[in-house]
């Protein structure tokens, strides 16, 4: 058999400079953001245009959502915990029967924190005189604080937010559409006359776009995951979900550029207000509160805080 030839000189293969590669793949915080996303000013006007009411309810659920994560990440980030929740605006958390269609719950006392153990799916009920809010819980919540009993639910929060990006309809979100509507039947027969809302932040804000945008209810959406194509593609384009996000947070552009996800309803890009401190993380993604606070505070300085006054 004849052999071929070998070259006396391989040329290395060529190679993709730093603006090239830049331009290929762009960081995901310097992405364009969605067609339809108000930001800068706009979204300032937009988040101010509700009146001192929406912005006092707007605080409360972001309050509420944050609240779920455990201790050591509230720290970290500077989220609310739920009796500094409670005391800011007031309500109560409900508790849960230990046993619904959809399987067992676990539930510590004193905890707001609900765990639907076979899905993964975290949960709370946050009841005020205004409204009665579903909030829904991110990845690394459980029902408890010890990072070993949570381990079994943010590995199946992690696997909803990679099949998801994928384009696949995780179970996560099914589990949490399936409770709303036990949430939303037993609304209509015990409490006919307060609406509805659903809140949550990051997995929990991608949670919310879906099961509000099936039932028809509003939500709101703290720097929110995009949804993939498989659970976007039932959602109506008319969705009364409003995502909250903020600059140089990357999670609400993971899979728009290349993989078809997409953010649902409105979608507000808020600047990073200059009276709050850099994240102490790489991005601004757990500091949703932070910086809502301080907008809010800039037409209205007396709307309570549900942080000590050192981190705002």
Not at 189 to 216: C, K, M
Request: net charge neutral; proline share 10%; charged share 15%.
């Amino acid at each position: 058999m004849r052999r071929l030839p070998l070259p006396l000189h391989l040329k290395p293969w060529p190679r993709l400079g730093r603006v090239a590669w830049k331009s290929v793949w762009p960081p995901l915080s310097q992405r364009a953001l969605p067609p339809g996303t108000l930001s800068g000013e706009a979204a300032l006007e937009a988040l101010w245009a509700g009146g001192e009411d929406a912005a006092r309810q707007l605080l409360a659920d972001c309050a509420a959502s944050l609240c779920l994560y455990p201790a050591w990440e509230r720290h970290d980030w500077g989220m609310p915990s739920a009796p500094d929740t409670l005391s800011a605006y007031g309500g109560a958390f409900w508790s849960w029967p230990e046993l619904i269609p959809l399987g067992a719950l676990r539930q510590e006392a004193g905890r707001p924190n609900v765990l639907h153990a076979a899905s993964g799916l975290v949960f709370a009920l946050y009841v005020r005189p205004e409204q009665l809010v579903l909030v829904l819980g991110g990845t690394n919540t459980s029902h408890s604080d010890s990072q070993l009993r949570t381990l079994p639910s943010e590995t199946r929060q992690f696997g909803a937010d990679v099949l998801n990006v994928l384009g696949r309809l995780p179970r996560l979100f099914a589990v949490a559409a399936e409770i709303t509507a036990l949430v939303q039947a037993e609304r209509a027969r015990s409490l006919p006359d307060l609406p509805l809302t659903l809140a949550g932040h990051s997995l929990g804000g991608g949670l919310v776009q879906y099961a509000a945008g099936l039932h028809g209810l509003r939500g709101l959406a703290f720097s929110p995951t995009a949804l993939g194509r498989a659970v976007a593609a039932p959602l109506p384009d008319t969705s009364e979900v409003v995502a909250i996000s903020l600059d140089g947070d990357p999670i609400p552009l993971i899979g728009t550029q290349h993989l078809q996800a997409r953010l649902v309803g409105q979608h507000w890009r808020l600047p990073l207000h200059p009276g709050v401190p850099p994240a102490r993380h790489a991005t601004s993604h757990g500091q949703t509160y932070l910086h809502l606070l301080a907008w809010l505070r800039e037409q209205w300085p007396e709307l309570p805080s549900a942080l000590e006054i050192e981190h705002v």
